[in-house]
């Protein structure tokens, strides 16, 4: 398998605190952190969309540091 082409975001201002996202065929995408890059996680375009949706609606605002 060829090594994953990695994109960062054009949103990405520092190089320390970035996402990277990378194709994996098979219908995946590979996803990690600047912080972290040797963990890697795995997901679909399907299950990416619906993630990237509830965080722009608010879903997971509770999570947030000192959220209930």
Do not use: H, N
């Amino acid at each position: 398998m060829p090594a994953p082409v990695w994109r960062k975001s054009t949103f990405s201002e520092e190089a320390s605190s970035c996402v990277y996202v990378a194709a994996a065929g098979k219908g995946k995408i590979r996803l990690r952190e600047s912080d972290d890059p040797d963990v890697i996680l795995s997901t679909t375009p399907a299950s990416l969309r619906a993630f990237i949706r509830g965080a722009k609606a608010g879903d997971f605002d509770c999570l947030r540091q000192g959220g209930a």
